[in-house]
C-alpha cells in the first residue's frame, strides 16, 4: 500500500489565479496520476506523471491549464492556472506502487478547490 | 473504448437493510473490478476488488463478484450502517505498464437511523 498526503486540503481562489497543489508519497512510485472529481460527478482522469518524463495528458487537458512537475519518485505538483469558477472541483493524486500483476491505485485526500 | 455504468442514486436505506448496487462494465480484454469508496470530506479508499472472472471480494462485510457472463460486479451488503454512507464508485482497470482506471458515476448511499 501506499500513504499519500496532498496539500492544500482546501482553497479558495479568485478568478485569473494560479494554484500549485502537492502530492507526497511515503515510498518511491513509478506512475502518479492526477484526478479532477467536479461537483457531482466521477473523476476524471488529468494526466499521467512519470518520473523523468514530460507528463501524458487526457484528451481534453493541456499542459498549459494544468502544468505537472515530476521531480522525483515520491512527490509531483499539479497547477490550475488561470483559474475560473468552472475549475471549482475536487483534485485527487493517486499513484500505482505497481506491486503486483493487477495492483489497483491509491488516493490522495484530495484537494478542494473552490474559484470565485 | 471502456466504461463503466452504475445505478444512479442517491440510494436512501434503513439501518440493518440489504443493500444492492448494480454496476455493468464494458472493456475490451480482461479488466480487473474494483469498488472504491469516499466518505464525506475525504478522497477514495479501496474498498474491494477481484481480478478475475468469479472472483469475489469482500472487504467490511460489503461482497461483489466478477461475472464475465453478465460483464458485472454488483456490491452487497447484509446490514447496512450508518457509518456504510458515503459515495460508492465502481471501477475497471487493467495490469501492464499502464493501468488507467475507468470510474463509474458513484452512487450515493445514505443510511439512515
Redesign the interface.
Known sequence: SAVIS?KPSRDICQRGTSLTIQCQVDSQVT?MFWYRQQPG???T?IA?ANQGSEATYESGFVIDKFPISRPNLTFSTLTVSNMSPEDSSIY?C?V?PGQG??????????TRLLVL | GNSVTQMEGPVTLSEEAFLTINCTYTATGYP?L?W?VQYPG?????LL?A?KADDKGSNKGFEATYRKETTSFHLEKGSVQVSDSAVY?CAL???GG????T????TKLQVIP
Open positions: 496532498q506512475m460527478q466521477s473523476l482522469l499521467t485527487l493517486s500505482d500483476a493487477r495492483e489497483t491505485q491509491y488516493f490522495g485526500p484530495g | 480487473s474494483f472504491y475525504e478522497g477514495l479508499q479501496l476488488k481480478t464508485f482497470g487493467f495490469s499502464y493501468q488507467k482506471v470510474f463509474g458515476i458513484g
